[in-house]
């Protein structure tokens, strides 16, 4: 069964910093690009960070240059977004998906979606 599993959310303070983890299972990443999305309560899912399939090219939303990290391990079938310098409007349910190849800013072009993991940003 191909799956993508996430993991690492949680409640953190303002400033404070996570790390979620994509493991994928039943299907290598290898010819994958992944993207990280983010949807909070009544707002569209939007994309956060994509990561080429090799690691080769990333992409940032605004919103989160200079504060996120996208990075992949492809041995250990898994890609990485380290979150820093958090703020109360990062809080969301973060799902990570996988693509053939390439980035794409659009939910409707990837093929498997992780099951999300809630980030909460609050003093």
């Known amino acids: 069964q191909l799956q993508l599993v996430e993991s690492g959310g949680g409640l953190v303070q303002p400033g404070g910093s996570l790390r979620l983890s994509c493991a994928a299972s039943g299907f290598t990443l290898d010819y994958h690009a992944i993207g990280w999305f983010r949807q909070a309560p009544g707002k569209e899912r939007e994309e956060v960070s994509c990561?080429?399939?090799?690691?080769?090219?990333?992409n940032y939303a605004d919103s989160v240059k200079g504060r996120f990290t996208i990075s992949r391990d492809n041995a250990k079938n898994t890609v990485y977004l380290q979150m820093n310098s958090l703020k109360p409007e990062d809080t969301a349910v973060y799902y990570c998906?996988?693509?053939?190849?390439?980035?794409?800013?659009?939910?409707?072009?990837?093929?498997?979606w992780g099951q999300g993991t809630q980030v909460t940003v609050s003093s």
């Open positions: 998906a996988a693509r053939a190849y390439y980035c794409s800013g659009s939910p409707n072009d990837y093929d498997y």
């Open positions: 990561i080429s399939r090799r690691g080769g090219s990333t």
